[in-house]
């Protein structure tokens, strides 16, 4: 873990606390929370794009929080109810360590669906980073700036099924990870980039 960041502890609103790991630099103008892969495919905190943006963040003025989701998270047939009730722990202990700055939700995969449905009245930008919006049924809560990032060569989600489902949504942007796929080895770094600059743009 870099040396700027500390352990944390999320509670969530039912109950249930979860390991994280928090990182505010200096004069911070906006706070993100960072959502995971699935974590029945050996998604957690520490994945490789969650690392990525977990370095790049706070780098460009903007402090970042990881956690692990709750035992069970992306039970088959869930709602992502309680994962969204992990996220907005997440983002209460950003605003506790940061208040008065706009926070962002960034998400990777099934974090992704996760980000897109939080909701919070301090959210005011959101990625998804490879989002598998063509196996999972997600909505975005409100009407936010989103960037879609999406590999090229995504086996889940392509652009091509991707792009016709964003195009609808309202204020969302939708890039292409040339080169990569779903899981972006080698392109984890050039990902966490692009989401940086992009948010940084946008939150202050």
């Known amino acids: 873990m870099d040396p700027t960041a500390a ?3 999320l509670l969530t609103s039912d109950g249930i606390r ?4 928090i990182a505010v630099p200096d004069g911070a103008r906006g706070a993100a929370v960072l959502l995971h892969p699935h974590p029945r495919f050996g998604g957690n905190r520490l994945n490789a794009v969650v690392a990525a943006l977990f370095r790049s963040l706070p780098a460009a003025g903007v402090a970042a929080l990881r956690f692990d989701f709750r035992a ?3 039970a088959e047939g869930g709602d992502l109810a309680d994962e969204r ?3 907005l722990a997440g983002l209460d202990v950003l605003a506790a360590h940061v208040p008065d700055v706009p926070l ?3 998400g990777y995969s099934f974090g992704a669906a996760v980000a897109l449905g939080v909701e919070h009245p301090a959210v005011a930008a959101r ?3 490879a989002p598998p919006l063509a196996v999972m049924d997600v909505e975005p809560s409100g009407a936010l700036p989103t960037l879609v990032l999406v590999p090229a060569l995504d086996q889940f989600s392509p652009p091509s099924a991707v792009e016709p489902i964003v195009e609808d949504w309202p204020d969302a942007t939708v890039e292409v990870v040339e080169g990569a796929d779903h899981f972006l080895v080698g392109h984890a770094a050039a990902a966490a980039e692009r989401a940086t600059t992009w948010l940084a743009g946008r939150l202050g």
């Open 72 to 74: 069970g998270a992306g």
């Open 7 to 9: 352990s944390a502890t």
């Open 18 to 21: 979860l390991a994280g790991d």
């Open 127 to 129: 990625v998804a980073i």
């Open 85 to 87: 009730l992990d996220a």
């Open 104 to 106: 962002a939700v960034v």
